[in-house]
């Protein structure tokens, strides 16, 4: 398995530019979420999904859309980059049931600078 | 959402031990306690989880407080790739919506 794979792994953009992220498992994991990761701070929930076709806002969720058409994809767009978008972005995927947890798995991050 | 307070920072030696604290006082009966780590330039990594009994994997060890408000994360011998940020997170009824802090960051010297 390839598990979770981002692209591009590092991108810039101008101000008011529009990307999308794309984020890809191959476990077959109903919940896949983004996050984003300012420099020396925590992750920061931006968007998640439980299963195709079902997405929700996390912590942080001005300024991005995502959608989930396949069990598999989850991209998130930037709709206007801002210099405050400047970040590593990280996606994550992993099982989900109403009674249990389970340990998740998370990319390599795309390195976004916007200028 | 729950919170955790961890140390900003811990030391130890290389072959040794690792204790690594973690306070959660509002934790509820359904938050499950996780832990990451985080690598240099790396996504975050799985180390362990737990509800309420003490857990064992390859990684590591969990052990959990029996009123359930703080828990501790036990290398049992540190390598110098286990130099990395910890992170202690509570899920709420396992949602996976993980609420990361800041981390121990640790250090582990040859």
């Known amino acids: 398995n390839a598990g979770v794979t981002q692209t591009p792994e590092f991108q810039v953009l101008k101000t008011g530019q529009s990307m999308t992220l794309q984020c890809a498992q191959d476990m077959n994991h109903e919940y896949m979420s983004w996050y984003r990761q300012d420099p020396g701070m925590g992750l920061r929930l931006i968007h998640y999904s439980v299963g195709a076709g079902i997405t929700d806002q996390g912590e942080v969720p001005n300024g991005y859309n995502v959608s989930r058409s396949t069990t598999e994809d989850f991209p998130l767009r930037l709709l206007s980059a801002a210099p405050s978008q400047t970040s590593v972005y990280f996606c994550a995927s992993s099982y989900s049931t109403s009674s249990s947890s389970y340990e998740q798995y998370f990319g390599p991050g795309t390195r976004l600078t916007v200028t | 959402d729950a919170k955790t307070t961890q140390p900003n920072s811990m030391e130890s030696n290389e072959e040794e031990p690792v204790h690594l604290p973690c306070n959660h006082s509002?934790?509820?009966?359904?938050?499950?306690i996780h832990w990451y780590r985080q690598l240099p330039s790396q996504g975050p990594e799985y180390v362990i989880h737990?509800?309420?009994s003490n857990v064992n994997n390859r990684m590591a060890s969990l052990a959990i407080a029996e009123d359930r408000k703080s828990s501790t994360l036990i290398l049992h011998r540190a390598t110098l790739r286990d130099a990395a940020v910890y992170y202690c997170i509570l899920d709420d009824q396992g949602a996976q919506k993980l609420v990361f802090g800041q981390g121990t960051r640790l250090t582990i010297n040859p």
């Open positions: 509002t934790i509820s009966g359904t938050d499950y």
């Open positions: 737990g509800l309420t």
